[in-house]
């Protein structure tokens, strides 16, 4: 009866796609291991080789994180066709892997190069432990430069989509004390305290650099932006002010996480960049 029972269950097993899958990658690695062996020096160093560019394993863990990640999208467990196709298809990935890695992509590609740095960055950097209001405020006054407001200017302007042929007549007429009428702006014609960023963000760095040099109460112009031409009447400059800590406090546990991370990423390269030989064949220039 018992022999019975071991013939039917061999039976299922040998019927069942993923057994035979399984079987299958056993009877080839267990060849590998028997070829291996053969020679006890020599072999192991070419066996050692093959293991780790051309056997890919499908182990237990690695059925069971398919299966896990199935079951996350699906909302419900592979049935034994689907997990084949899932280990068939992740066999063809870690071989695809594999080969790029053969092929130094992870060099060449800047933006994998990126990915992978990152990657390394958030592993390294830890979370940091919970911070007392002590640690903030010392943070916040060893670090108080960065807490000043942006500086900010106040404007008025005369925008024009294109060159105006008669600039330095319009020019004159605004210093005059002269009405001109441009064309329309997004923004309107009159700017008031406007941070540095956004100014920058929205005519360009030139343009903000013209400004904050301008007198005063001075029309010039046209500045030409990422937008347009610009006659301009600076009004105000405002300049940075620092912040009371209580209205940057949340801000400021923000930036001493991620001081704590910095110094944590920072600390581990140095340690494993002592691995390494830097050689600088540039002269710098």
């Not at 008031?192 to 013209?210: A, C, H, P, V």
């Not at 347009?228 to 209205?247: D, N, T």
């Amino acid at each position: 009866m018992s022999e019975q029972k071991m013939s039917s269950g061999a039976k299922n097993f040998l019927t069942e796609p993923l057994s035979i899958f399984v079987l299958v990658a056993v009877v080839i690695f267990g060849y590998n291991a028997w070829a291996g062996g053969s020679d006890a020096s020599d072999a192991q160093t070419s066996g050692m080789a093959a293991a780790g560019g051309d056997v890919v394993v499908i182990d237990d863990a690695t059925v069971s994180m398919l299966q896990d990640n199935f079951a996350w999208l699906e909302g419900r467990e592979p049935t034994e066709q689907e997990t084949q196709t899932l280990i068939s298809q992740w066999v063809d990935e870690e071989v695809l892997f594999r080969e790029a890695l053969a092929q130094r992509m992870h060099l060449s590609d800047g933006k994998m190069r990126a990915h992978l740095i990152e990657k390394v960055r958030m592993l390294w950097a830890g979370s940091p432990e919970p911070v007392d209001e002590a640690q903030l405020l010392d943070f916040y006054m060893e670090n108080m430069d960065s807490y000043y407001t942006e500086p900010t200017l106040s404007f008025s302007q005369v925008y024009f989509e294109e060159m105006p042929a008669d600039a330095a007549a319009i020019l004159a007429q605004l210093q005059a004390g002269e009405s001109v009428e441009g064309q329309s702006f997004w923004l309107g014609k009159n700017l008031n305290s406007y941070s540095e960023s956004i100014l920058r963000s929205s005519f360009g760095g030139e343009f903000y650099e013209t400004l904050k040099a301008a007198p005063v109460g001075q029309w010039l112009g046209p500045v030409e932006s990422a937008r347009g031409f610009h006659f301009a009447q600076v009004s105000r400059k405002g300049e940075p002010e620092l912040m009371p800590y209580q209205a940057v406090r949340e801000r400021l546990s923000q930036d001493w996480s991620a001081h704590y991370r910095r110094q944590n990423v920072s600390a581990r390269t140095e340690t494993v960049k002592e691995r390494f030989t830097i050689v600088m064949e540039s002269n710098g220039g």
